[in-house]
């Protein structure tokens, strides 16, 4: 055999070997590589980005927790979700040309950021153009889809009271009632009639938002200029409307084995240990009506 | 007749429209005559209030705005992220607005996220370092300080809720072990980011959520772009005081994921020693027994008063291994050549005489080297914890002593000790089955331990005469096995028993000067033996994780003791079992309030020492008897309550605790005083002895994040009752100690003017059951720390201490203190000139009682010094 064929020979070997190992390496887990553009529904680009800090109280917990959420600002569409989506979402684009990779150094880096932020798969897109909010939420591996007009029925009253300053804008006051709570914003003069979770229709940023009850307080608390494409996930959600997904999101959260028990995704022993006291998450939901 | 109705309506309209409402439509273009979509509109009667109606542009760029009661003038202003702002006043109706935009992106200047000062997440409580830090901090330690509920010690030793933390963190890797204070007092706050209390911290993740602690550990997490390259700093410098003086330090850190490494190496004379030469430095039992400051030391920082020559060098790496697993290996060096000097005057109090006053003057050259190194392997996973350390120390002293009273004489000191110590630990938890193995083996050596006097006639140093000499060897060998099982039942509850098996061996041996020669049986003490301890353990814990947690142990202990004296003979021996209950309750209310509850009998037996029946100098002038030929029994029924309320998120923190505590011992101790008091001796004497001991203590503080201030207030109240002989006859000793102490440490003027002021005011007093006469002492302690930042790179700092002390001789002392200098930071480097004791105070003067004396101390301090020295980090 020619000296070139054998090392070619040899070379092909080890490769073949390498790939065999790195195979091994993963396991039986099969691994899906999928681009951003393929995972998305791209529909803007965002141009600024409005970190929030965003705390909430459980009054039958009696617990409080602080998230971090990110509203990404486009020319025709927003998006607001947990920051560490937005994390991972930068991990995979600046990997490999934007493939998500669900192992290694980079899971770690994924859990390290929904550990640090807060994770959730909730997403609202709001449009502009189309005076529409899109909302998608997740639960026990399905995803859920509702819309709805934009700022439906927030019924703004200005406020006379001195500005105040946050992160540096000036910002005034408003207040409205809006599905059973009470609101108070700041708004800003950056020139967007957007704000936090559903919140807008003010002329001016929401920078930040609390309840009268106390149990939510959002409040910016830093402005990046990243520019990066979004939208909501590509998958095949159920559509259903906001009442009913909350309502089911309610009946989740206060009694998870009871859900897990009645959709039968487990069976046995777990009925009994329900009966004796569902065990309730921490839930504190911005919209009681 | 119908168009002068419509004219009539017109002008109806027309009229309401310019006595009460305006009505506003218009048409927004960019230059190319295309619609301006998206536009907000707002309508302002008054610029400087809220706009009174607002709207945004539809897709034909059209808008319209009304408002009832209002009229022109008004402001309308454009604002849109495509298009450049635009305003304009319209003092009358305009029609259709035909408004044309010019095209301009709307640019945001970017916020570094300000993260909130604290985070509560479960038992880990994140501070964001920026939230806390100030101008004037150089390390992290000084920003730890600050947290809630953390205090720091003199020594850098780090306590939360008044219990040591169990583990220093760095990225979440434990580098350097107890040694911490290497890393927290020379890493920079700007290169951390977060701190993390881990409370209640359980280090072994074999055991977390089974067994809890009460030691919380802390982790340091770098920011970003800190990690894979060197940070440090070095540092040099040079000034005078009455010599001329110098200071070099080299502090630097590397680290990954998958190493840590810290190096160090600092030196100076400038007053800054960098291992306490403490009064009982040293391990084995034959170092312990000399003091290493025998004729005193004042209660300030040893930098007011230790002339030195310091160096230090250390080196530190921990290597990430596959499989949760860490190699750790530690090294240090450290050189001490230090001296002072200082004067006593001694009051002995006895009963039904006058008491007897001795004075004495001391000057003391302390020079320790010390020697360490140690290698760990770490194994940490959720089912196997494994652990096997080997470490050596070495310690070598070399003490002089020249003492001046009625004559001069001369004292030295020499010693040398050494220690080996492996350590081994692994935790197995299969299902609800924990085992656990504990092994620790350890030899610890002094075969140099010399101590020796002599007295000159004169000052002229060529006559001279022995007055003591004593040599004290010890060999030590230790060995303790222990091994765990425990069941887990159900969810809340576990049972288990633990087993443990100490053995040590020892033997000392003193000898006083001559007496190899000549044999004076009263001179020697030549006792070695073996003491073993069995125990069993049986616990039943009930564990609701995160609220309620309770543990009672009975521990059955067997105790066999074999001691054998060489010099007569005699055999000590003892054999019998012990029963001491414990229990232990954590009552977690919410996330902010804890209680905790122990309560139970603890037993201490004597060991080699209760043999020792010879007396061994201890100084020149003093000896101790530290035996009575029978073993020493100590049993101690006790209950601690406390509890700690904490908010994090609002700064607060509360905690209060108390202790009462009974203690039978079956010894009394014992001193005589010598005509003039120019001899001592201590002893003990077989007899019963009860003591009581109540301690209260309470601590409070509150960060207010927005004052960038905190205010804390602590106190403590101890009294204490025992026996004491003194000249024969037997005196009830009643003593109680107060203090309370104040803080506010604040950052004003956005961190322009930084203040740490402090006030504590402590109370001594005893009593001795009417034999002799009440003694009490009262002392205010204010400290003043101040730094001023005029412009980002410069600091004007000032330390101000100021102690007013009553003394025993009657009336108050103060003693003032005052450091300034100043600091100028240029991108990496950073001068200062320092300025240390400015009042030029060249002594100290301060009492304390000291078991039946009073002693009243007077010390030379360091002159007025200054400092210059330039720092560059990197």
């Known amino acids: 055999m020619n000296i070139h064929l054998k090392i070619t020979a040899i070379i092909l070997l080890v490769l073949c070997g390498l790939r065999a190992f790195a195979q091994q390496q993963q396991g039986d887990v099969q691994f899906e590589y999928r681009s951003f553009?393929?995972?998305?529904?791209?529909?803007?680009?965002?141009?600024?980005?409005?970190?929030?800090?965003?705390?909430?109280?459980?009054?039958?917990?009696?617990?409080?927790?602080?998230?971090?959420?990110?509203?990404?600002?486009?020319?025709?569409?927003?998006?607001?979700?947990?920051?560490?989506?937005?994390?991972?979402?930068?991990?995979?684009?600046?990997?490999?040309?934007?493939?998500?990779?669900?192992?290694?150094?980079?899971?770690?880096?994924?859990?390290?950021?929904?550990?640090?932020?807060?994770?959730?798969?909730?997403?609202?897109?709001?449009?502009?153009?189309?005076?529409?909010?899109?909302?998608?939420?997740?639960?026990?591996?399905?995803?859920?889809?509702?819309?709805?007009?934009?700022?439906?029925?927030?019924?703004?009253?200005?406020?006379?009271?001195?500005?105040?300053?946050?992160?540096?804008?000036?910002?005034?006051?408003?207040?409205?009632?809006?599905?059973?709570?009470?609101?108070?914003?700041?708004?800003?003069?950056?020139?967007?009639?957007?704000?936090?979770?559903?919140?807008?229709?003010?002329?001016?940023?929401?920078?930040?938002?609390?309840?009268?009850?106390?149990?939510?307080?959002?409040?910016?608390?830093?402005?990046?200029?990243?520019?990066?494409?979004?939208?909501?996930?590509?998958?095949?959600?159920?559509?259903?409307?906001?009442?009913?997904?909350?309502?089911?999101?309610?009946?989740?959260?206060?009694?998870?084995?009871?859900?897990?028990?009645?959709?039968?995704?487990?069976?046995?022993?777990?009925?009994?240990?329900?009966?004796?006291?569902?065990?309730?998450?921490?839930?504190?939901?911005?919209e009681l009506e | 007749m119908i168009r002068r109705l419509i004219t009539y309506l017109l002008c109806v309209v027309s009229a309401m429209s310019a006595s009460g409402k305006v009505v506003l439509t218009g048409e927004l273009t960019d230059a190319d005559g295309n619609p301006a979509v998206g536009v907000i509109i707002r309508l302002y009667k008054d610029r400087t209030k809220s706009p009174v109606a607002f709207t945004t542009s539809d897709r034909a760029g059209k808008f319209r705005l009304a408002k009832e009661t209002l009229t022109?003038?008004?402001?309308?202003?454009?604002?849109?992220?495509?298009?450049?702002?635009?305003?304009?006043?319209?003092?009358?109706?305009?029609?259709?607005?035909?408004?044309?935009?010019?095209?301009?992106?709307?640019?945001?200047?970017?916020?570094?996220?300000?993260?909130?000062?604290?985070?509560?997440?479960?038992?880990?409580?994140?501070?964001?370092?920026?939230?806390?830090?100030?101008?004037?901090?150089?390390?992290?330690?000084?920003?730890?300080?600050?947290?809630?509920?953390?205090?720091?010690?003199?020594?850098?030793?780090?306590?939360?809720?008044?219990?040591?933390?169990?583990?220093?963190?760095?990225?979440?890797?434990?580098?350097?072990?107890?040694?911490?204070?290497?890393?927290?007092?020379?890493?920079?706050?700007?290169?951390?980011?977060?701190?993390?209390?881990?409370?209640?911290?359980?280090?072994?993740?074999?055991?977390?959520?089974?067994?809890?602690?009460?030691?919380?550990?802390?982790?340091?997490?770098?920011?970003?772009?800190?990690?894979?390259?060197?940070?440090?700093?070095?540092?040099?410098?040079?000034?005078?005081?009455?010599?001329?003086?110098?200071?070099?330090?080299?502090?630097?850190?590397?680290?990954?994921?998958?190493?840590?490494?810290?190096?160090?190496?600092?030196?100076?004379?400038?007053?800054?020693?960098?291992?306490?030469v403490g009064n009982q430095d040293?391990?084995?039992?034959?170092?312990?027994?000399?003091?290493?400051?025998?004729?005193?030391?004042?209660?300030?920082?040893?930098?007011?008063?230790?002339?030195?020559?310091?160096?230090?060098?250390?080196?530190?790496?921990?290597?990430?291994?596959?499989?949760?697993?860490?190699?750790?290996?530690?090294?240090?060096?450290?050189?001490?050549?230090?001296?002072?000097?200082?004067?006593?005057?001694?009051?002995?109090?006895?009963?039904?005489?006058?008491?007897?006053?001795?004075?004495?003057?001391?000057?003391?050259?302390?020079?320790?080297?010390?020697?360490?190194?140690?290698?760990?392997?770490?194994?940490?996973?959720?089912?196997?914890?494994?652990?096997?350390?080997?470490?050596?120390?070495?310690?070598?002293?070399?003490n002089r002593y020249l003492l001046h009273d009625a004559g001069r004489t001369e004292q030295t000191l020499y010693n040398h000790e050494f220690r080996v110590r492996n350590t081994f630990k692994t935790v197995v938890r299969r299902a609800r089955k924990i085992y656990e193995v504990s092994s620790v083996t350890e030899l610890k050596n002094t075969p140099v331990n010399h101590i020796g006097a002599v007295r000159f006639a004169s000052e002229d140093a060529s006559s001279s005469e022995t007055v003591m000499g004593q040599t004290v060897k010890g060999l030590s060998f230790f060995n303790s096995e222990s091994t765990g099982f425990s069941f887990q039942f159900g969810r809340i509850s576990q049972a288990g028993v633990e087993l443990s098996f100490n053995a040590a061996y020892d033997r000392l041996r003193s000898l006083a000067r001559g007496s190899e020669e000549e044999p004076v049986k009263d001179d020697r003490n030549d006792v070695s033996g073996y003491k073993i301890r069995t125990a069993a353990t049986p616990y039943y814990r009930i564990s609701f994780p995160g609220r309620f947690s309770a543990k009672l142990s009975v521990p059955v202990e067997m105790l066999d003791i074999r001691y054998v004296n060489a010099l007569n003979g005699d055999v000590y021996s003892h054999h019998r079992p012990y029963l001491s209950p414990l229990l232990s309750v954590t009552y977690k209310a919410n996330q902010r309030l804890v209680l905790d509850l122990d309560a139970g009998r603890r037993r201490t037996l004597g060991d080699i020492a209760d043999f020792i029946d010879n007396p061994i100098y201890t100084t020149y002038r003093s000896v101790t008897t530290m035996g009575t030929g029978s073993l020493r029994k100590e049993r101690r029924d006790y209950v601690n309550l406390s509890t700690i309320y904490r908010d994090a998120l609002a700064g607060l923190y509360l905690m209060a605790s108390g202790s009462f505590s009974i203690t039978e011992n079956n010894t009394i101790s014992v001193s005589d005083v010598g005509e003039n008091g120019s001899s001592v001796s201590s002893s003990r004497l077989n007899e019963s002895n009860?003591?009581?001991?109540?301690?209260?203590?309470?601590?409070?503080?509150?960060?207010?994040?927005?004052?960038?201030?905190?205010?804390?207030?602590?106190?403590?109240?101890?009294?204490?009752?025992?026996?004491?002989?003194?000249?024969?006859?037997?005196?009830?000793?009643?003593?109680?100690?107060?203090?309370?102490?104040?803080?506010?440490?604040?950052?004003?003027?956005?961190?322009?003017?930084?203040?740490?002021?402090?006030?504590?005011?402590?109370?001594?007093?005893?009593?001795?059951?009417?034999?002799?006469?009440?003694?009490?002492?009262?002392?205010?302690?204010?400290?003043?720390?101040?730094?001023?930042?005029?412009?980002?790179?410069?600091?004007?700092?000032?330390?101000?201490?100021?102690?007013?002390?009553e003394l025993a001789t009657g009336g108050y002392k103060s003693n003032v203190f005052v450091d300034a200098g100043m600091r100028v930071k240029l991108r990496k480097f950073e001068i200062e000139l320092a300025g240390k004791n400015l009042t030029n105070l060249r002594r100290y003067e301060y009492a304390i009682y000291s078991s039946l004396d009073i002693v009243n101390y007077n010390f030379r301090l360091r002159p007025i010094q200054g400092l210059l020295t330039v720092r560059y980090s990197f």
């Not at chain 1, 553009?37 to 459980?58: G, L």
């Not at chain 1, 995704?265 to 777990?270: H, I, W």
């Not at chain 2, 992290?140 to 963190?169: A, H, M, Q, R, W």
């Not at chain 2, 006030?759 to 009417?770: E, I, M, N, P």
């Open chain 2, 72 to 276: 022109f003038p008004v402001t309308l202003t454009f604002a849109s992220s495509k298009y450049a702002a635009k305003e304009m006043t319209i003092e009358k109706d305009p029609g259709v607005l035909k408004v044309p935009l010019r095209r301009e992106d709307f640019v945001l200047e970017e916020v570094t996220v300000q993260a909130p000062a604290a985070r509560v997440k479960g038992d880990t409580i994140v501070y964001d370092v920026n939230s806390f830090k100030g101008k004037g901090d150089r390390s992290i330690e000084d920003v730890i300080k600050k947290l809630p509920g953390v205090t720091v010690d003199d020594s850098g030793k780090i306590y939360y809720d008044e219990e040591p933390i169990n583990n220093f963190y760095i990225e979440g890797m434990n580098l350097m072990g107890g040694n911490y204070m290497i890393a927290s007092q020379n890493i920079s706050p700007d290169d951390i980011s977060t701190i993390s209390v881990y409370e209640r911290h359980q280090p072994k993740k074999a055991l977390k959520g089974i067994v809890d602690s009460k030691n919380a550990a802390l982790n340091l997490k770098l920011k970003k772009g800190r990690m894979l390259k060197p940070i440090g700093y070095l540092r040099g410098g040079t000034g005078y005081g009455d010599r001329l003086l110098w200071d070099g330090n080299f502090y630097g850190m590397l680290v990954s994921p998958v190493n840590q490494t810290i190096i160090t190496a600092k030196g100076n004379n400038a007053g800054s020693p960098y291992v306490s």
């Open chain 2, 282 to 398: 040293g391990e084995g039992r034959a170092t312990k027994t000399f003091n290493k400051m025998p004729f005193g030391a004042p209660s300030i920082s040893q930098s007011r008063f230790l002339d030195n020559r310091s160096g230090y060098f250390s080196a530190n790496s921990l290597f990430k291994l596959p499989d949760e697993t860490t190699l750790t290996v530690n090294s240090s060096y450290s050189l001490e050549n230090d001296s002072y000097e200082g004067a006593t005057v001694t009051e002995y109090l006895l009963p039904g005489a006058p008491a007897v006053t001795y004075e004495e003057k001391a000057s003391s050259a302390l020079q320790a080297h010390r020697v360490s190194a140690g290698l760990k392997f770490e194994k940490n996973k959720d089912r196997l914890y494994l652990l096997d350390q080997l470490t050596f120390r070495g310690l070598f002293n070399d």
């Open chain 1, 37 to 286: 553009a393929e995972m998305y529904n791209v529909v803007d680009t965002a141009e600024m980005n409005i970190i929030y800090a965003h705390s909430m109280f459980d009054p039958v917990k009696k617990k409080k927790e602080i998230v971090y959420e990110l509203l990404s600002l486009g020319k025709d569409h927003s998006l607001y979700r947990m920051l560490a989506g937005y994390k991972s979402d930068s991990v995979s684009n600046s990997k490999a040309g934007g493939k998500y990779w669900y192992f290694g150094e980079d899971y770690k880096l994924y859990r390290t950021y929904t550990n640090t932020y807060g994770s959730s798969r909730e997403r609202i897109l709001k449009s502009y153009s189309d005076s529409k909010l899109t909302f998608t939420g997740s639960m026990l591996g399905d995803t859920y889809q509702a819309s709805e007009p934009l700022y439906d029925g927030m019924q703004w009253t200005m406020e006379e009271d001195a500005p105040r300053k946050i992160l540096d804008h000036e910002c005034r006051k408003a207040r409205m009632k809006w599905r059973g709570r009470e609101w108070t914003a700041w708004y800003s003069d950056i020139p967007y009639n957007d704000g936090p979770a559903k919140f807008g229709g003010l002329p001016g940023l929401i920078l930040e938002l609390t309840d009268s009850t106390g149990e939510h307080k959002i409040r910016a608390i830093g402005i990046k200029n990243d520019r990066y494409p979004f939208g909501l996930n590509n998958g095949n959600p159920f559509k259903t409307s906001r009442e009913r997904y909350n309502k089911l999101l309610e009946g989740y959260i206060s009694d998870v084995a009871g859900t897990l028990y009645q959709q039968g995704r487990v069976t046995g022993g777990l009925e009994n240990e329900r009966k004796k006291k569902p065990r309730r998450l921490f839930y504190c939901p911005i």
């Open chain 2, 690 to 805: 009860r003591s009581r001991s109540t301690m209260a203590r309470f601590s409070a503080s509150k960060r207010v994040y927005d004052w960038r201030t905190t205010f804390a207030l602590s106190g403590t109240g101890q009294w204490r009752t025992r026996k004491r002989i003194r000249s024969g006859e037997k005196v009830d000793v009643n003593s109680s100690f107060y203090t309370l102490t104040g803080r506010v440490e604040s950052s004003l003027f956005s961190g322009k003017l930084a203040t740490n002021l402090s006030c504590v005011y402590s109370h001594v007093r005893q009593d001795f059951g009417g034999k002799m006469g009440a003694v009490g002492l009262n002392s205010v302690e204010f400290t003043g720390k101040v730094s001023v930042f005029p412009t980002d790179i410069l600091e004007i700092f000032g330390d101000v201490s100021l102690n007013h002390a």
